[in-house]
């Protein structure tokens, strides 16, 4: 399996609880390594873009006025198969289905506070990576 890139973001949930290093060391102990990173507050069109796919979607408010609430810590994470091993460690959207020892079985507040953002396919990492980060920004 290639060493590959995925897209990860840090949301308001935990960096609001101080669980930015908690969730951090959960990704490199998946085998994850953080070759990018920026702490930053969201701005409305950010949270608009980033989530237009899900714009249709009744929780779409809520969803960008929740990115929107504090600081976010976007990430480029590189490992082996790097998006599966992300969404894995991650565990289900609804943090009550989520497997034991998951980042949101073990942090996240509910399906819509769940802690973390990852990419789902090799090619939406590469467009959500390209939404906030230049290439020189990427140290691997
Ligand atoms: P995931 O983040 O696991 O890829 P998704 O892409 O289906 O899940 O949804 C994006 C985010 O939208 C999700 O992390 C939290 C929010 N969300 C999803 N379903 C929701 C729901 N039923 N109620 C409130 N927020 C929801
Ligand atoms: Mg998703």
Not at 56 to 64: A, D, I, K, S, Y
Not at 112 to 126: P, R
């Amino acid at each position: 399996m290639a060493v590959t890139r995925t897209f990860s973001i840090i949301k308001p949930d935990a960096t609001r609880r101080n669980l930015t290093g908690a969730v951090i060391k959960m990704l490199e102990e998946a085998g994850l390594r953080v070759v990018a990173s920026k702490r930053i507050h969201m701005s409305r069109e950010q949270a608009e873009g980033f989530y237009a796919v899900h714009k249709e979607r009744p929780f779409f408010g809520e969803l960008v006025d929740f990115m929107m609430s504090e600081p976010v810590v976007v990430q480029v994470l590189e490992g082996e198969d790097a998006v599966k091993r992300n969404r894995d460690i991650m565990g289900a959207t609804n943090p009550a289905e989520a497997e034991p020892g998951t980042i949101r079985k073990e942090h996240a507040l509910s399906i819509g506070e769940n802690t973390v953002h990852g990419s789902d396919s090799e090619e939406n990492a590469k467009i959500e990576i390209d939404f906030f980060f230049n290439e020189d920004e990427i140290v691997g």
